[in-house]
């Protein structure tokens, strides 16, 4: 019995340790993302917004052009996102595909020429956020 309530007690700690981390962790990469938002010049903070406006207007005119059983996919939040990515893609028609090829496209020559304008120590902050972003990601699936 002694055995049962030491391995509980151990197991109790240890979950709670790794959520102080987890918490932690998230502290550390809102510091660093506030830090490097403040770093960038007035010029640069527009060109990151207008990058997070175009994402956005181009999700809101791709899933104008869904399909009942696309929206249906989408809504489903039984489903990850990576899930409904997966079960999204087969069901486009030709032309979404090619809007979805374009969206790319126009994501990717933003994010360069943002890239471009970003001193060394800012471009060092922001590969260090997109390293978090993608461990965050992979954590949480």
Do not use: W
């Amino acid at each position: 019995m002694k055995t049962i309530k030491l391995v509980l007690a151990i197991l109790v700690c240890s979950f709670s340790l790794s959520a102080q981390s987890d918490d932690k962790e998230s502290i550390k990469n809102k510091e660093l993302r506030k830090e490097f938002y403040e770093s960038l010049s007035e010029d640069q903070k527009t060109q990151f917004e207008s990058q997070k406006q175009l994402r956005e207007t181009q999700k809101q005119t791709m899933e104008a052009t869904f399909s009942e059983e696309q929206r249906s996919i989408v809504a489903n939040q039984s489903l990850t996102k990576k899930e409904r990515r997966k079960a999204l893609f087969p069901t486009f028609s030709e032309e979404q595909r090619q809007m979805s090829k374009t969206h790319r496209d126009a994501i990717k020559q933003e994010k360069e020429k943002f890239k471009a304008s970003l001193s060394e120590s800012q471009l060092e902050k922001y590969e260090q956020l997109k390293k978090r972003k993608g461990r965050d990601r992979h954590k949480n699936h």
